[in-house]
Structures are given as structure tokens and as C-alpha cells.
């Protein structure tokens, strides 16, 4: 028969077995909450389908729009309406698709450039929905920019790839004019002045004096 000691010992060990298996599951989920996403996912899924609109506005006021007409060509809505470059546009376009998402943080707003964004990028897919990334702070180690997708988790996005698209801002995409090829004017060359010929002398007839003769009365 087992002893009243050797009972109250197996049920301290079998609460210290529980005890440590709480810990190490509490320990794991610390973790892998504090550690980033593994690897870079894109930000917006293959099906939204691909940008119709792309809007892309700073805090300072500045703003630039492009979006596709009814013949779906590219088109500047803002600053100004206008062509666009459609080879810019489309890079851009390929530029949403690819942006990834280094990570998700929790940090407060403020911290993070977030609770007054810099820059707002508004986009439309064709898949009929339309999201908003606001964009704050650098990371830093200046591998991404702190963002939020539709008011979302606060998530790091890479920078290179927002970058590309924020240049925009102060590099709208103008369809580029031919510059005017340049024409020499030719030089006007000045005529030398002709020096009149002297006129020949005209010979002068002299003057032969006339001379009366007298006549003598006889």
C-alpha cells in the first residue's frame, strides 16, 4: 500500500510537470508574437486583380492621380489632367502588386510616424475594391516604412518598392515632349563695299581766244 507521503510527492510532481509545461507554451507564444512574419509576403493578393486607379497624396498637400480611362489607357487625374507615360504607369502598377511586408510590429502610433501619416496611397483593382495604405515612419534600419492597410495591424512595408511609387509625388508621370531640333541660322556674310570706279576725264577743250584784226582804212 502506497504511503500517504509517496502520494502527496507523485501530485507535486505531476503539478510541477504542468507547471513547466505552461511555461514553455507560454514561453512559445511570446515568441512568435514578437518575432516578424517569416519571410516577406506581398501586401495585396494576386486576386484583387490588377490598379485601374492609383492615388497617391502627401501630408504637405501635394497629391498626384493616374487611373485608366474608358479605353483603358492611362491617365493623369491630379495635379493636373493630362497623357501619361503609360511605360511609368505600368511600372508603377507592377510596383503595387509586388510590394512586400517585412513584418508586423506593435508599437504605438505616435512612435511610428502613424498617427499623422506622411503619404496616403489610395488603390483600385479591378477586382472591384479599393484599399488605403497609410505610410509613417523609416525603420531603423531603413529597411521599410512603418504602414496600415485599411486602418489595419501596423505592418513594415519595404521601401524600396514604396519608394518607387512616392518619387511620383514630385515626378508626375507627363508624357515626355520632343524637344525641337536645333537650327543653324546661317551667318550673314557681309558684301564688300564697291569702290566706285573713277569716272574717266572727259577732256576739256581749250578755249582758243579770239583775236580781232584790225582793218586799216586806206
Known amino acids: 500500500m502506497i504511503r500517504r507521503n509517496t502520494?502527496?510527492?507523485?501530485?507535486?510532481?505531476?503539478?510541477l510537470i504542468g507547471f513547466s509545461?505552461?511555461?514553455?507554451?507560454?514561453?512559445?507564444?511570446?515568441?512568435?508574437?514578437?518575432?516578424?512574419?517569416?519571410?516577406?509576403t506581398t501586401l495585396f493578393s494576386s486576386a484583387e486583380g490588377q490598379p485601374t486607379d492609383i492615388k497617391i497624396e502627401s501630408s504637405t498637400g501635394t497629391s498626384v492621380e493616374m487611373g485608366r480611362n474608358d479605353k483603358g489607357v492611362w491617365v493623369l487625374k491630379a495635379p493636373t489632367?493630362?497623357?501619361?507615360?503609360?511605360?511609368?504607369?505600368e511600372a508603377a502598377a507592377t510596383q503595387v502588386g509586388a510590394l512586400n511586408v517585412l513584418g508586423d510590429v506593435q508599437l504605438g502610433l505616435d512612435v511610428?510616424?502613424?498617427d499623422k501619416p506622411a503619404d496616403t496611397i489610395t488603390i483600385t483593382f479591378t477586382g472591384?475594391?479599393?484599399?488605403?495604405?497609410?505610410?509613417?515612419?523609416?525603420?531603423?534600419?531603413?529597411t521599410g516604412y512603418y504602414a496600415q492597410l485599411d486602418g489595419g495591424k501596423?505592418?513594415?512595408?519595404?521601401?524600396?518598392?514604396?519608394?518607387?511609387?512616392?518619387?511620383?509625388?514630385?515626378n508626375p508621370p507627363y508624357v515626355a515632349t520632343a524637344t525641337p531640333a536645333v537650327t543653324d541660322t546661317p551667318i550673314a556674310t557681309a558684301?564688300?563695299?564697291?569702290?566706285?570706279?573713277?569716272a574717266e576725264a572727259t577732256p576739256t577743250t581749250a578755249t582758243v581766244p579770239v583775236t580781232e584784226t584790225a582793218t586799216k582804212s586806206p
Not at 502520494?7 to 503539478?15: K, R
Not at 472591384?128 to 531603413?142: A, D, E, F, W
Request: aromatic fraction near 4%.
Open 7 to 15: 502520494w502527496i510527492l507523485l501530485v507535486i510532481l505531476a503539478a
Open 154 to 170: 501596423t505592418q513594415i512595408v519595404d521601401k524600396p518598392g514604396l519608394d518607387a511609387l512616392l518619387t511620383m509625388l514630385t
Open 128 to 142: 472591384g475594391k479599393t484599399h488605403k495604405l497609410t505610410v509613417g515612419s523609416v525603420n531603423p534600419i531603413q
Open 81 to 89: 489632367q493630362a497623357d501619361a507615360d503609360q511605360a511609368s504607369v
Open 191 to 198: 558684301t564688300p563695299e564697291t569702290t566706285p570706279t573713277p
Open 21 to 40: 509545461f505552461y511555461l514553455t507554451n507560454q514561453k512559445t507564444k511570446q515568441q512568435a508574437s514578437a518575432t516578424p512574419t517569416a519571410g516577406p
Open 112 to 114: 511610428i510616424g502613424l
